[in-house]
Structures are given as structure tokens and as C-alpha cells.
């Protein structure tokens, strides 16, 4: 629905209004037309793409909805759920993660303030003070935050875009705390950069450069979804991959790569030959038919809000036996079609293994599968494969660090 994403008219300023059909978006209040072609959308004469849309209407859209009210805002029906069970999977190799699964906690309606927000709901009022806030995001169709010394919480709203309160939390933060700049939002909400991390995994302790191998589960698996993916994608627009044989044949390496679609880590590992165990947010582990499909590809879960030593572990052990690991350093899919900025956690993990890093480039996935649809559009999709590097001890901080490794990803590159 593209109203997950576009959720305010800028013709009237109405909110959760705008639909698609017939590649026009039509606002349902105002009855505002933008004609919307190859992520292209036509406002007051000009052409934007969609990332441009976007922006524009984030910028527009007031964080306090009517100057009457003693409140901010407050939200339609919603249902408040908490991370507050848990239960430990086992990956490949026996490897073990303790996961966190939301459960419903009430039903109700999210109200902000000046300096904090509450959930009214039928069971009591949950109040959150904006100084307590650690981390603002969105997991799939759910706003997802954090709060100091608690399990995160997701709200689920029945009529309104997650997307758009994310962006609003966002400015009631950054207006909370004023006096300093806000630089990440997720995993964590920092103002400052971290230094450079220490080696973890030299390049001499790595025990094993054989070839893998494959067994029986990643076998079926591959038959069952790689590959009807793979001739799917192919008969709904093509797929080419450039430089496949950048891909080393065996020995660890970390693959890094931007995060357009869905379907990513299973058209990765389909078209590259390799089993690669990539780092995979941790809630999606919760749904018990998909704990299989996530063992056999070797996924690695990732806790948003943790500096999590289990995940390091994992990641280390994984590359000290040989076994390749991929990462896509924006930590969640792209809304708008934009490459997100890289997480410096993800960057310092980066710089502290000793390995070949292979920096793979998607162009297309997101035409194909953009985030806030569920219908599967026709297009072609580019994979290409860049020549591996090595880190060199050379970079003064964490800054210059995420700069290096976001420059492989920019249009213009070429190696």
C-alpha cells in the first residue's frame, strides 16, 4: 500500500489519505491527483522520483496535528505489543541465540506530549518520558521503539502509516534534546561517533579454507525456494549478475551489501554459489514456520538494541571456520528507494575482521518489491560483484571508516 509510505497530502495536508491505482495517487479527502510512472510521481508541474516525494512531504507534515489541543497528537486504533518473551534457537552448527518475541500488552490509542508519550489502553496507561527513549524504527508493518531498561515495544496502527510516526518520533526527539545532534535513530539514538573497534579476527586464526559443504535441508531448500525465486525473478523481468567470479570459491569472507528488497538474501545466495549466513534481525526468528528456512540458510539473528556479544560470537566463529557472512550495513530495507546510511555498528563490525570484505551492488530489487507493497512488480534486476579488498590499518576513525565502505555503493564508483 503506498500509503505506508506516502502518508500526507501536500495539496490539503491531510494524513493517511493517498492511494494508487491505475498509476495515479489520489488523494481521498481533496481528491489531489499525482500521476506515479516508474517511481516517478508529477507535483505542481514537476517530475520528483519517489525518494524526492518523500522528503518533501516529511518535511511538511506539522508535529502537532491541531494548535488547539493540550496534546501533540493522538493516534487512531492501535494495539501495543512488547518484547517480553523469549526462547533460544539453534542455528547451524548448533549455534545458539536468545530471541526476543513480541506479545499484544493492549489496545488502545497513542497520545504524545511535550516531553513524553502515553498508550491509553483498556488494560491501563503506559507512559514512556522522551529522555527514556533509546531507539525509534519500523519492523515491517509495526512502529518499533526502545525504552531504557525495558523490552522494545511495536504499536500496530490500524489506519495509519508505522513510517509516519517513526518520522515524528523522530522530530519530537530531536527537539527534546536540542542542545545537541542527533547522527542515528536505530539501533541505537546516538550524538556521538564511536572509535574504531579493536581486531577481533586476525587473519591467521582462521582454521579452515576448504570448499563447504552443502547438506540435505540447504539442498531442498535451495530446490524448493532458491530456485523458483531465482526462475521467477528471471520470467517476471531478468536478473543479471556481473562479475560472479569475484566470488571467492571457498575460505570466509563478508559480503556486504545494499538492502533494497525482500528477497535479498535468498536471490544472493541462489546467484553467488555460496551459503552465506547473513545477519538477520532477530524477531523474524519468532515465527515458528520460518525457524527451518533461517537454519538451513544459516542466518545469524541480530537484537537491534543490544551491544550484542552473541551476534559477534556467532559472526567470529563463522569466519574462523571458513564459513562466509553477509551483512547489509543499513540494517533494514530502504523505504523510498534511497540507500539508507550504514550503522556505525555495522561498520565497526566491519573494520574488526581481518577477511576479504565483497561488496555486492543491487540495482532493481526495490521495482521489483518495494517495501510498502505486497504486489510483486515487473522489472529487471542488476547484481554486481566488486573485486574483494582488505582493510588496511590506516583509517583515524570510525567516520572515515563508514565514509570508505559507503563509497563502493555510490552511483559513480568504479573500481
Excluded at 489541543?69 to 541465540?97: C, H, M, P, T, W
Excluded at 574462523?320 to 565497526?348: A, C, H, M, Y
Amino acid at each position: 500500500m503506498i500509503r505506508k509510505l506516502l502518508y500526507f497530502c501536500p495539496a490539503c495536508s491531510s494524513e493517511d489519505s493517498l492511494q494508487l491505482q491505475d498509476s495515479v495517487i489520489t488523494c481521498a479527502i481533496c481528491t489531489s491527483q499525482f500521476p506515479f510512472e516508474k517511481n516517478k510521481i508529477t507535483y505542481e508541474g514537476t517530475q520528483l522520483s519517489l525518494s524526492e516525494f518523500y522528503a518533501l512531504m516529511r518535511s511538511r507534515i506539522p508535529l502537532k496535528k491541531n494548535s488547539g489541543d493540550e496534546y501533540l497528537r493522538i493516534s487512531g486504533r492501535a494495539v501495543l505489543r512488547q518484547g517480553e518473551k523469549s526462547f533460544v534457537f539453534r542455528g547451524f552448527r548448533n549455534s545458539r541465540s536468545v530471541i526476543e518475541c513480541p506479545v499484544v500488552a493492549d489496545h488502545g490509542h497513542l497520545i504524545m506530549f511535550d516531553d513524553h508519550c502515553e498508550f491509553r489502553g483498556e488494560r491501563k496507561t503506559w507512559k514512556f518520558k522522551a529522555d527514556r527513549f533509546m531507539a525509534v524504527t519500523t519492523n515491517s508493518k509495526y512502529f518499533e521503539f526502545k525504552i531504557r531498561n525495558q523490552p522494545f515495544y511495536q504499536i500496530y496502527f490500524e489506519t495509519e502509516s508505522p513510517l509516519k510516526y517513526e518520522d515524528l518520533f523522530r522530530k519530537w526527539i530531536s527537539g527534546c534534546y536540542s542542545d545537541r545532534q542527533i547522527i542515528e535513530y536505530q539501533p541505537s539514538i546516538r550524538n556521538t561517533v564511536p572509535p574504531l573497534p579493536k581486531l577481533l579476527l586476525r587473519h591467521n586464526r582462521i582454521k579452515n579454507r576448504k570448499r563447504e559443504r552443502f547438506g540435505f535441508l540447504e539442498l531442498l531448500l535451495y530446490f524448493v525456494i532458491g530456485l523458483p525465486v531465482w526462475w521467477f525473478l528471471k520470467l517476471n523481468g531478468g536478473v543479471e549478475i556481473i562479475n560472479r567470479h569475484f566470488i571467492p570459491g571457498s575460505g570466509p569472507f563478508l559480503l556486504i551489501g545494499n538492502h533494497e528488497g525482500y528477497l535479498d538474501p535468498i536471490l544472493l545466495s541462489v546467484v553467488l554459489k555460496r551459503r552465506i549466513a547473513f545477519l538477520t534481525k532477530s524477531t523474524a526468528f519468532c515465527d515458528p514456520m520460518l525457524q527451518p528456512v533461517f537454519r538451513a540458510y544459516r542466518s545469524i539473528p541480530n537484537r537491534r538494541y543490544y551491544p550484542d556479544a552473541q551476534v559477534i560470537r556467532h559472526v567470529l566463529r563463522f569466519l574462523s571456520e571458513g564459513q562466509p557472512v553477509g551483512i547489509f550495513p543499513e540494517g533494514e530495507r530502504t523505504w523510498d528507494g534511497k540507500r539508507l546510511p550504514f550503522k556505525l555498528n555495522s561498520v565497526r563490525l566491519i573494520g574488526s575482521v581481518q577477511v576479504p570484505l565483497v561488496f555486492v551492488r543491487i540495482c532493481g530489487a526495490y521495482d521489483v518489491l518495494p517495501r510498502w507493497s505486497k504486489k510483486v512488480h515487473r522489472g529487471k534486476i542488476l547484481i554486481e560483484v566488486l573485486p574483494p579488498v582488505c582493510l588496511l590499518d590506516n583509517f583515524k576513525s570510525t567516520s572515515e571508516l563508514k565514509e570508505y565502505i559507503e563509497s563502493f555503493f555510490e552511483d559513480n564508483h568504479a573500481i
